[in-house]
């Protein structure tokens, strides 16, 4: 299994453009969760999606940020405008129903964003 | 609601040393109780979990954590460190007997071994 794969790994852009960030989760998992890293706050979920349909956005911080997921195998995270406080490690991770469980979430390599 | 404390940002140990790292849990259900693993630009990965089951729980890498209700703790340790234990470990909780299974993690510890 080739587990969570994101792209970029790494993205540096100017203030105000529009950032997109990749996931692909672990083929048959129904969960997918998206996480930002910081020094400052620590690991925050962002927003969860379960079968494809988003369940809890309540981490989302503001409108600049949308996710979507289209299909099982697919999800994006987008902020527009991009800010300098967006600087952080973006995670996805996924889970399948045989670990609802156990909630074991299984993470990517992450994204790290830089907003200069 | 759930919250986790990790006491002590960074801890350092001796190569061979035990490895003690604390983690306190506030939940206000039965809570399943996490450890994960982040090395240098990675992703975490999953130590070990306590989902209600044994309270001892041993994990990946001869890590063990003890779930202890009446001290709301969850403190992972290792009887000898190695060289390739350095990393930021990360405790997390995640209410039980419900589907969604969120987690929310402690500050994180970095851990440090001295050869």
């Known amino acids: 299994d080739a587990g969570v794969i994101q792209s970029p790994r790494h993205e540096v852009t100017e203030m105000g453009q529009e950032v997109t960030l990749r996931c692909k989760p672990i083929?048959?998992?129904?969960?997918l969760f998206w996480y930002r890293q910081t020094m400052m706050r620590g690991l925050e979920l962002l927003i969860y999606?379960?079968?494809?349909?988003?369940?809890?956005d309540s981490g989302m911080p503001e409108d600049r940020f949308s996710a979507k997921m289209p299909n099982a195998s697919f999800s994006t995270l987008k902020i527009q405008p991009s800010e300098p406080r967006d600087s952080a490690v973006y995670f996805c991770?996924?889970?399948?129903?045989?670990?609802?469980?156990?909630?074991?979430?299984?993470f990517g390599p992450g994204t790290r964003l830089t907003v200069t | 609601a759930q919250s986790v404390t990790q006491l002590g940002s960074h801890v350092s140990v001796s190569e061979g040393a035990l490895v003690l790292l604390r983690c306190n849990y506030s939940?206000?259900?039965?809570?399943?109780l996490f450890w994960y693993v982040q090395y240098p630009n990675q992703g975490l990965q999953l130590l070990l979990k306590y989902t209600s089951a044994a309270t001892l729980v041993k994990g990946i890498n001869d890590f063990e954590a003890e779930f202890k209700k009446s001290e709301t703790s969850f403190h992972l340790t290792k009887p000898s460190a190695h060289m390739s234990d350095a990393a930021e470990y990360f405790c997390a909780v995640s209410p039980g007997g419900t589907s969604y299974g969120k987690l929310t993690f402690g500050q994180g510890t970095i851990l440090t071994v001295h050869p």
């Open positions: 991770a996924s889970r399948g129903d045989r670990d609802r469980s156990s909630y074991e979430q299984y």
């Open positions: 083929s048959g998992h129904n969960s």
């Open positions: 939940s206000s259900v039965p809570p399943y």
């Open positions: 999606f379960n079968n494809n349909v988003p369940i809890d």
